[in-house]
């Protein structure tokens, strides 16, 4: 008789003192709340989809922004913002589509599948963000050195002293050390989280992928 | 009718508990840990009952929901550290059945179990329970034939933990 076949003759004996919960018991488990992963995720992604409008609307709010709405871009800004708004709506209906499917009584590879397929339409629209921030950063600037008197008279003054090129160097590689930072942030705080939240899932689906080949 | 709900339900827990409490003797290795897996999974319970249709058995669903939370969905606390040898505590067998090499073996193996993948686990619960390979799929999610594969080395590192 091998190992796991002693260990079913036990188990099947069901002689062990398991806790025994009286009806009351369950009954206010049952109003308690729960503290599972599928919450965390929610309300994390909730967060994220707040962050990035927040971001959006405080950006519109600045003093240089104001100043930069006198300049002629609105070419360009206002499918900027659509685009912006438009990708928002999608990923928030991908994520509400499938957060809906997660079901604790599918199969435990479906129930994984779900969980983290509404985790990717988030980490889409992330991806989406940062790219969008490096574009619109790059589309801002140009704007700037189009039609911004008092830079285009800083590189006209740069220029005249024969410094054009450490002129456009140096704000090109601050706006790029800024993003990386920014990015990196971003990235490392998603690192976190999610390391600590899908990890153990990550893992178990892995094994369960494992099993097929 | 939501009273009527929540008294069914309670009543079916509090019957068919056991099962419940069985997940959380292999995922857990302290009381404490215990009766938190066990929150959760009454919550999960819960939260899926008005969609529970009588057809399927409630013991049947209650592996899945169980094993779901154990594997997926339960997010493990960190904040306990003292971890018990487990049998021998929280839920001592009972001494009298058993002479001491039996004892002493299967102390061993619910040790080795409890060194086992989440998934593993899972495939041993299934397999202590009585579960055939067609439910051990269909609660898993693969194929028979995998799930078959998998037992087969399950049992075959129980065997080396047991005589190395």
Known sequence: ?213 | MNKELEHSFVELLEKHQNIAHKVCRLYTNNLDAHNDLFQEITIQLWKAYPKFRGDAKFSTWMYRVGLNTAITLYRKNKRRVNTQDFDAVQFKIKAEDYDDTEEEQLKLLYKAVHQLNDIEKALVFLYLEDKNYREISETMGISEVNARVKMNRIKTKLRTILNP
């Open chain 1, 1 to 213: 008789m091998d190992g796991l076949d002693i260990l079913k003759k036990d188990w099947q004996k069901d002689n062990t003192a398991y806790p025994k919960h009286s009806y009351n018991e369950i009954y206010k488990m049952i109003l308690k709340k729960s503290s599972s992963i599928v919450k965390w995720i929610f309300i994390i992604s909730l967060l994220e989809f707040v962050f990035w409008t927040l971001i959006s609307f405080f950006l519109k709010d600045t003093k240089s922004m104001q100043r930069f709405e006198q300049f002629d871009a609105d070419t360009i800004l206002i499918p900027l913002a659509i685009i912006g708004y438009v990708v928002l709506a999608y990923f928030f209906y991908i994520f509400f589509r499938n957060y809906r499917t997660i079901s604790a009584t599918d199969n435990a590879k479906v129930l994984m599948e779900n969980i983290l397929k509404t985790r990717r339409a988030v980490k889409q629209y992330v991806g989406f963000n940062l790219i969008y921030l490096v574009i619109a950063t790059v589309v801002v600037l140009f704007i700037e050195f189009d039609q911004d008197q008092q830079l285009i008279n800083q590189a006209q003054q740069a220029s005249a002293n024969g410094d054009v090129f450490k002129f456009y160097a140096t704000i090109i590689i601050t706006t790029a050390i800024f993003l990386a930072i920014a990015i990196g942030l971003l990235l490392l705080f998603y690192w976190l989280v999610y390391g600590i939240l899908l990890g153990r899932l990550n893992k178990n689906y892995t094994e369960l992928k494992k099993l097929e080949v």
